[in-house]
């Protein structure tokens, strides 16, 4: 299997004032395509850390990432940003939907911010709401619709301009256990049938199982055994 994913002797080091914080510590992983992937570990582990710089969102103080086999961290920001935007979709924790707008509306606000052909649009925005099961909410307006509803929007919003990758940090985080899991799910079944690859970080132990590869920071390093 083709690797999307490969990171080479990964080290984030923070400065802040006086302090130095060694955030991520010789880090290497592959991601195959069309898998999902925990980032598991305590908090302060360095999961979001390596979560952003696998998003291209930031830069590592050593090591080298590739995307594709080509090597992101060598590009200029002009093309990072590129390839951010063409080929990644974001979930956070917080579901970052604007609350002005019903679940059709953020979803096709998502299109048109990353440039897709406008007149496939609308179509395109209904066949993703329908991906999360969310066509009867379409007029619906995120205070409206449940948590998980809402992260499902949040997810249809980030997979509608037909990214490879998604990276969603924490995405169960403010749900209870069975919404949690549905996102979870959901994520499995965009990988299998839409051959998407998502990469989560997760605290949840109950999640673990629905993942292809589960990887364990530990003091900003992948855990021994793996
Ligand atoms: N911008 C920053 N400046 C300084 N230190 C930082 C910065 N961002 C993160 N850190 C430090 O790096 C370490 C890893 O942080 P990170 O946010 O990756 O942890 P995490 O595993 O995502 O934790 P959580 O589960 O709480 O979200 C922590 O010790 C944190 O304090
Ligand atoms: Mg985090």
Redesign the pocket.
């Known amino acids: 299997m083709a690797s999307i994913i490969r990171t080479a002797g990964l080290n ?1 080091i ?3 004032g006086r ?1 130095t ?1 060694h ?2 510590r010789n880090i290497n992983i592959s991601i195959e395509k069309g898998t999902l992937t925990m ?1 598991r ?12 710089l696998l998003g291209a969102l930031d830069q590592p103080s050593e090591g080298k990432i590739f995307f594709n086999d080509m090597e992101i961290t060598g590009m200029s920001e002009e093309t990072r940003d590129e390839i951010r935007r063409k080929s990644m979709g974001f979930v956070f924790q917080s579901i970052a939907l604007i609350s002005q707008m019903t679940a059709y509306e953020n979803v096709d606000f998502g299109l048109r911010v990353t440039g897709y052909e406008p007149d496939a649009r609308e179509e395109r925005a209904v066949k993703c709401l329908e991906l999360v099961g969310l066509d009867k909410r379409m007029r619906h307006f995120p205070h409206e619709m449940s948590g998980g509803e809402q992260q499902r929007v949040a997810i249809a919003r980030a997979i509608a301009h037909k990214p490879e990758v998604i990276f969603a ?2 995405p169960t985080a403010e749900l209870d256990t069975h919404m949690g899991l549905q996102v979870v799910k959901l994520f499995k079944d965009l990988v299998e049938y839409e051959c998407l690859t998502v990469v989560m ?1 997760t ?1 949840d132990p109950n999640m673990m199982e629905v993942a292809n590869q589960v990887f364990t ?1 530990e003091d ?1 390093g992948i855990a021994d055994g793996q």
């Not at 570990?41 to 952003?52: D, H, I, P, V």
């Open positions: 984030r923070f400065q802040s302090d914080v955030a991520l980032l570990g305590r908090s302060g582990s360095g999961k979001t850390t390596l979560l952003n940090d924490e970080t605290h920071l900003g």
